[in-house]
């Protein structure tokens, strides 16, 4: 077992390599820095006409290693670390090959770089992979360096609320127990916008968010009734008048972990993110795990 | 359910305690009066224009003949009168929303389901009346874009609709019926109609009437209005009546009180505003039109001011511009008269008069999806089978009732509660909301006595559920504070995390 990162030199800086070696160490795992390098031209040719082309990948492969080396160590000099590369003719592709091939508990991403710092920023590797991965997959925030404590401090589960997800609140639960990290349970309620013209007035959306609000609050104090978490296990339910709002309300502290469960209606046993878990990625200001289906 | 101890009377006259009134009224300093004199113009006319005057005139000009200009006025009087009232009444009960909350914190339990039985008239059955309009522009818009393609008649009108010339007996109403179901699925999924898309929607609106009426004028006959009351006055009151439907919405500049920057000028300016454009526009449109065409025509149209535009300018282009503005315009209204339904049932299912599956709101989605859906299967069976006559005349009593309720009730108010403080008073009082009284009670008075024993059949049925029902499970009955609350355990356990309040 081991975490996989996936990294290239150059692209979308270290944060994943701090969110990785934080993970292993979390976990008591190796970690496995993985790049993913252009696939060469396979067909015979006398003129070696794609030599330069698997140079360059090789290239890549090694600046990468160097730079992830130089990086890990620096973090964690102990860490059992080790660099694959993966010829694939897609990043998604590679990083597939390679959870399955090393076995990986969770594979860890870090954000795109057309973004904010501290928030999530799901880049085209991240995104296709958010619907096709088969372990948890974390993504860390634009900038990310790590906790200040080097480690997990708490869990925190986002439950929507429904039967059907109750199992992602008992899986993270387990885990945080593993671990011996302090857990939380959070159910967004996030205000409908306001139609307009105000027929039956501006605050319609008010009092269908305070109904919501107290139907999260019952479903949220079953789940220590029926024993699904533990009596010490923080319960909250947030509310804003949008993702981004609520996300902000919801009081963060250093090395905070977010874990989401996905949809349903994905593949069995892949992780397929929705439509409301998307928002919650994008405007999450600590990584976030995405567990599979 | 344990049986009440209180007596039938007390439960009747029960009023519901304003709740959280500091968070959800501008009672609190905190709260931004953001809204001005122009922004709560658009909200009047936005929600007023297009509900009726697209479709109106069919059903209203063989009434009274070209003398339905005057019972444009009329109707517009009472509308403004009654809108006036309205902004009183949201300004002094500190709850936001629509006549029936304000009935039910003023007026007791027993009134309000009264107003709700109006209100469901109000918004359920004029979405369906508009949507039923919508299906004649779109069908009129198809039949100009397509060379005469037209959806076949058995598909496009309700089973016992008058048939014009050359048409087959209509069997169900289907793009009215799949227009609602849109805007159901739409509603479920959260979507919403901005400010700004509004007063789009305001301007299209306005643009295509205004459109309509400078073609409609190139034709103008004055000796079309020669015999200027064929019926006599009372044809005028009847009129009014059918007009009525095109005026509501204007009540909505109300609703916006307590966010109006210097409600005691700004209100009544809007209002008026809203209410000069609407009427303005709707006696250019009806002069205009029975200025191209006889007032004997207009029976039996579809799609009528398309029609009218074909007949001027014998080419199909402008009404295909008139239609596309319709069918656009038309959407907008259905879909946010439909939320106003579903939120008033919403209401109702949160104070117990309803079952509280109306109250529930879908983790999924975050909206009330059952609520939404029964809302639509019963808007829908309005649209597809109903004729579009009886469901205006339906909406204009409903609506008529409901503002004479508030009218009375801002009276009711100032005599028991003199001292309250409200953040708007009615100009001229008692003057203003007894004219309103009147001005409604005329144009009730001369409606069909047919619609009244529908109506009264309507408001009875809506009165015996509460007694056999509604009263049993009211949110008040706890003796509580009119909140629902279950006695779940490890509640208090669950914090709720609210973000502050000067956030943007």
Known sequence: MTVVVGFLAGKAGISALHLGVEAARTLKTSLSVVTVVPKPWTTVSLARIDAEYAQYADRIAADSAAQGLECVTKLDPTLEVSFHKYAHRSAPGGLLDAVEELKAEALVLGSASDGSLGQVVVGSTADRLLHSSPVPLAICPRGYRGSKSHGLTRLTAAYPGTEESRHVVERVAAQAARLEVPMRVITFAVRGRTMYPPEVGLHAEDSLLSAWASQAREALAKLKSDGIVGDDVELQVVTGNGWDQALDAAEWEDGELLAIGTSPQGAIARVFLGSKGTKIVRHSPVPVLVLPN | ?504
């Open chain 2, 1 to 504: 359910m344990t049986t009440p101890t209180v007596s039938l009377s007390e439960q009747m006259l029960r009023r519901r305690p304003v709740v959280g009134a500091a968070v959800a009224h501008g009672a609190d300093a905190g709260l931004k009066r953001t809204i001005g004199t122009f922004q709560l113009t658009m909200f009047g006319v936005g929600a007023t224009v297009g509900t009726g005057i697209f479709f109106v005139l069919q059903d209203a000009v063989p009434v009274a003949g070209p003398s339905v200009v005057v019972s444009f006025i009329l109707a517009g009087i009472a509308a403004g009168l009654a809108a006036i009232c309205y902004a009183e009444m949201a300004s002094a009960v500190p709850v936001s929303g629509s006549t029936y909350s304000y009935a039910y914190t003023t007026l007791g339990e027993f009134v309000a389901m009264g107003v709700a039985a109006c209100l469901l008239l109000e918004y359920g059955v004029s979405t369906a009346a508009v949507a039923v309009g919508w299906s004649q522009y779109l069908n009129k818009l198809l039949s100009n874009l397509f060379n005469g393609w037209q959806l076949p008649d058995q598909i496009v009108a309700a089973p016992w609709d008058e048939v014009a010339e050359g048409h087959a007996q209509g069997w169900i109403n289907l793009p009215a019926v799949v227009l609602v179901v849109l805007c159901a699925l739409l509603l479920i999924r959260g979507a919403s109609e901005s400010a700004l898309v509004n007063t789009v929607m305001v301007c299209i609106k306005l643009g295509v009437l205004g459109l309509f009426a400078i073609i409609a004028f190139t034709a103008f006959n004055a000796d079309h209005f020669a015999n200027f009351a064929p019926f006599g006055v009372a044809a005028i009151g009847s009129a009014a009546g059918v007009i009525f439907f095109s005026f509501i919405g204007l009540d909505a500049v109300s609703t916006a009180g307590d966010e109006v920057k210097d409600p005691q000028k700004t209100m009544p300016r809007a209002i008026i505003a809203a209410l000069l454009i609407v009427t303005g526009v709707y006696v250019l449109v009806a002069v205009a039109a029975i200025g191209a065409q006889k007032w004997e025509m207009f029976d039996g149209q579809s799609a009528g001011l398309a029609q009218i535009l074909d007949d001027v300018t014998g080419a199909t282009w402008w009404s295909t511009v008139l239609a596309a503005g319709a069918v656009i315009s038309i959407f907008s209204v259905t879909l946010v008269t439909m939320y106003g339904q579903t939120r008033i049932l919403f209401a109702m299912g949160r104070d117990g008069l309803l079952p509280s599956m109306f109250a529930k709101v879908n983790p999924k989605s975050m909206t009330p999806v059952n609520n939404t859906i029964i809302v639509a299967i019963v808007v829908s069976l309005l649209a597809a089978f109903v004729p579009l006559d009886k469901l205006i005349d339906m909406v204009s009593i409903g609506t008529l009732t409901a503002f004479i309720v508030v009218s009375i009730g801002v009276i009711i108010l100032r005599v028991r509660e003199p001292d309250l403080p409200r953040g708007f008073k009615v100009p001229l009082y008692p003057i203003t909301p007894v004219l309103s009284v009147l001005a409604c009670g005329y144009i009730l008075y001369s409606l069909h006595w047919y619609t009244w024993i529908a109506f009264g059949a309507w408001v009875l049925v809506v009165w015996a559920f509460y007694l056999l029902w509604g009263r049993k499970h009211s949110a008040l009955n706890d003796g509580g504070d009119g909140v629902i609350t279950t006695a779940a355990p490890g509640l208090e356990d669950v914090e709720i995390v609210s973000p502050p309040k000067d956030a943007p």
